[in-house]
């Protein structure tokens, strides 16, 4: 079974320039999480949702961030502009619903420059 | 806000030496699942506690959900150096999303 696919798995660039985060859930999980990851502030939620719906993106740290759901098999971070604090691992991971088990990508290890 | 604190925050043991974490939460919890997360790896689910005082074991695992639903451990009994990662809990209250806990980053020594 293919499990959570994100891509890239790294990336780096420089600061001020666009970075998009892909990712594709298991088929048939109606959830889906975006998180980030570092030493300094741990696992970090960004934005869930459901049914493609944006539930909560209270977590999304400022208007630099934005996701998108466009269909129930993929879904977008975008970063825009980067800055070198936004460098962390950004997972991915989907559920069946919102009290089920996540199931997470490998991630995407970003450095901005 | 909901809070889930885990302790300790790092953990050496010797390997076949027992490793317990906690995990407390400052308000009642619907559920709490743990996670653990290898190094350079993804979080892996590994089970999920729902019920008052729940008891559940897989293998030398053990987890246990507090009788008032607000903290729970997991507790590794003769370690081994394949139980090397991070263990995370994660609270979830009510219609809250999943609260990760700091986790607890365990070196096993051979």
């Known amino acids: 079974d293919a499990g959570v696919i994100q891509s890239p798995r790294h990336e780096v660039t420089e600061m001020g320039q666009e970075v998009t985060l892909r990712c594709k859930p298991i088929s048939g999980h109606n959830s889906l999480f975006w998180y980030r990851q570092t030493m300094m502030r741990g696992l970090e939620l960004l934005i869930y949702f459901n049914n493609n719906v944006p539930i909560d993106d209270s977590g999304m740290p400022e208007d630099r961030f934005s996701a998108k759901m466009p269909n129930a098999s993929f879904s977008t971070l975008k970063i825009q502009p980067s800055e070198p604090r936004d460098s962390a691992v950004y997972f991915c991971a989907s559920s069946f619903g919102t009290y089920q088990p996540q199931h997470f990508g490998d991630g995407t290890r970003l450095s901005i420059l | 806000g909901q809070q889930v604190m885990q302790i300790p925050q790092y953990q050496h043991v010797q390997e076949g030496e027992d490793f317990t974490t906690y995990c407390n939460s400052s308000t009642t919890l619907s559920n709490i699942q743990w996670y653990k997360q290898r190094p350079g790896g993804h979080p892996v689910f590994l089970i999920q506690?729902?019920?008052?005082?729940e008891v559940k074991k897989q293998k030398r695992l053990t987890f246990q959900f507090g009788e008032a639903k607000k903290n729970s451990s997991l507790h590794i009994t003769a370690t081994q150096t394949t139980d090397v990662g991070t263990y995370f809990c994660?609270?979830?209250?009510?219609?809250?999303?999943?609260?990760f806990g700091t986790g607890t980053r365990l070196t096993v020594i051979p």
């Open positions: 994660a609270g979830q209250g009510g219609a809250n999303n999943l609260f």
């Open positions: 506690l729902v019920k008052s005082g």
